[in-house]
């Protein structure tokens, strides 16, 4: 198990450029700019945007309580979800009824 995520891992370094560019800067194209570790990323918004086109959202419908992936938007970067969501809300015609599967 430990050499196959070994090789996963060293794949994925090769396929995101971290190998040949490092890792610094790969943290740098995500808005981590400081040196110090415990400094925040960036709320540039080229950097924001890019972060959020990286990280799935994932919500729990209040009703059916079946879960959806919400689609990248670009208006959505930055605003929070409300508090009590149905799929009803979801903008995929595939996603946006209880009775669509999960």
């Known amino acids: 198990l ?3 995520l070994g090789e996963h891992l060293e794949q994925f370094w ?3 450029q971290i190998e040949s560019h490092g890792v610094t800067k790969f943290w740098e ?9 415990t ?8 950097y924001v945007r890019k972060r959020a086109m990286q990280i799935p959202v994932d919500v729990q419908c209040d009703i059916c309580l079946k879960w959806r992936r919400l689609p990248f938007s670009q208006r959505n970067v930055g605003r929070t979800l409300p508090d009590e969501w149905c799929c009803a809300m979801h ?8 009775s669509r599967p999960e």
């Open 29 to 37: 194209n995500f808005g981590y700019i400081s040196s110090r570790w």
């Open 2 to 4: 430990t050499r196959a």
């Open 39 to 46: 400094d925040g990323p960036s709320v540039d918004q080229k």
């Open 91 to 98: 903008p995929d015609p595939n996603c946006n009824s209880c």
């Open 14 to 16: 090769k396929d995101s």
